[in-house]
């Protein structure tokens, strides 16, 4: 069913989405978190995400001030690790601060340091919100960034989070090629053991696990064909195959999109579902009115935000996914939404524009290092030729 069937010029038959109150309560995790999050203390990186990038899917980046602006990005630098030489390859941003302690003590700074590295989940969204919000992300050394998401892949093609104490699944496939494709830089990676990964995640019904032999999953099976397609390698999908999971895919709606067979929907599931359609072509053949209905059903009148289910407590992770599943309908106000990275289409255009200048910079260096090869070796020529001559002068 095509969105067209519901008349968006009268908006007295539709409920509303409270754009100014959603942009309020994303503001509002920006400046003080309450208490039922403090388990989450050590992902605030994905807080600032969703909250940032949030904002910005509602046209409402103009709301964070220039100097919160600077705060913001001067916080997620203070987070990046860029190991010694002597060091592991454990470059990336941390999730908090906690790592970080405010004294002069060397040898206490020097014993944490051994605990400072970069985790893939908060390095993906440090970047995002980075870029988000203009950031040139010249202060990134994407190189060592990009060494620390080589050293936590492991010989089956999967990733780990961190270079210790965390699991490798689906999830972390998606965060290093999310952080290989924003960084433009995929050296060390090995792009064909991650593929086989993925395809060997493929389960009988056409849905992607977690792991190896798990069950089919919305969110990892978005995670699969992201990294496909942000690897490049989207197209190794046979027609068969891409139509397989796009039937799985579908089946998922029920009025809103639940994740696994037999379970409640649930709104982040717009997102998760909604993007892996989008990636494959396919979002097409949902009914995007229900679709609608069942995000906004998740809608807090009084302070905004969305939440997992009706009549719910509101979060900021369910506010961006239910404003990005309503995105991909052309909800009207909404900033389109780039599915496989997450960020908005406007962040997305920045990104490539980082990515033209970062690739001038490097051609124009090569080009650079090739005339001054051209040039030292002319010179070691006309060298040359000066010394035999002064030689046969000398001889005669």
Same mark, same amino acid.
């Given at each position: ?17 409270? *754009? ?10 920006? *400046? ?23 904002? /910005? ?17 001067? !916080? ?128 009988? /019904? ?41 039937? !799985? ?5 029920? /009025? ?101 200048? !970062? ?38």
């Amino acid at each position: 069913m095509s969105y067209h069937v519901v008349d968006m010029t009268d908006p007295s038959e539709l409920e509303p989405v409270l *754009h100014s109150k959603h942009a309020k309560n994303l503001l509002r995790f920006l *400046h003080l978190l309450p208490a039922r999050m403090s388990s989450h203390d050590n992902t605030r990186s994905t807080i600032v995400f969703f909250a940032v990038c949030g904002l /910005d899917v509602l046209n409402s980046l103009h709301l964070i001030s220039p100097q919160l602006r600077k705060d913001i990005i001067d !916080w997620t630098y203070g987070g990046l690790v860029v190991p010694r030489e002597n060091e592991k390859r454990r470059g990336g941003f941390m999730g908090c601060r906690a790592m970080l302690p405010k004294t002069e003590d060397a040898e206490l700074l020097e014993c944490m340091r051994q605990y400072q590295w970069g985790h893939l989940a908060m390095t993906y969204t440090s970047i995002a919100v980075l870029v988000t919000l203009g950031d040139d992300l010249s202060r990134l050394n994407r190189q060592s960034i990009v060494e620390g998401v080589a050293a936590v892949q492991h010989a089956d093609g999967s990733f780990s989070a961190s270079i210790d104490g965390s699991e490798n699944d689906m999830r972390f496939v998606y965060c290093a090629a999310t952080i290989c494709h924003m960084l433009d830089c995929w050296d060390g990676v090995n792009k064909e053991a991650m593929f086989q990964f993925i395809m060997r995640s493929l389960r009988y /019904d056409y849905g992607f696990s977690q792991e190896l032999e798990g069950e089919s999953h919305g969110g990892t099976t978005f995670c699969a064909l992201a990294a496909l397609e942000l690897s490049g390698q989207l197209h190794r999908l046979d027609e068969t195959t891409v139509e397989r999971i796009k039937r !799985w895919l579908v089946f998922r709606q029920m /009025d809103g999109f639940q994740g696994r067979p037999n379970k409640p929907v649930d709104t982040c599931y717009s997102f998760w579902i909604g993007a892996a359609l989008r990636i494959l072509n396919g979002f097409e053949l949902t009914d995007y009115a229900q679709n609608r209905e069942y995000i906004l059903s998740t809608q807090d009148e009084l302070i905004g935000g969305f939440a997992k289910w009706p009549k719910s407590t509101p979060d900021p992770f369910h506010t961006y996914l239910g404003l990005c599943g309503l995105a991909f309908i052309g909800e009207p106000g909404l900033n389109a939404v780039m599915p496989s990275l997450n960020i908005s289409m406007a962040a997305y255009v920045h990104l490539n524009q980082l990515h033209e200048r !970062w690739r001038a910079n490097s051609s124009g260096l090569t080009h650079d290092l090739t005339q001054l090869k051209l040039s030292v070796g002319s010179n070691a020529e006309a060298a040359t030729k000066t010394t035999s001559s002064s030689s046969l002068i000398s001889a005669q």
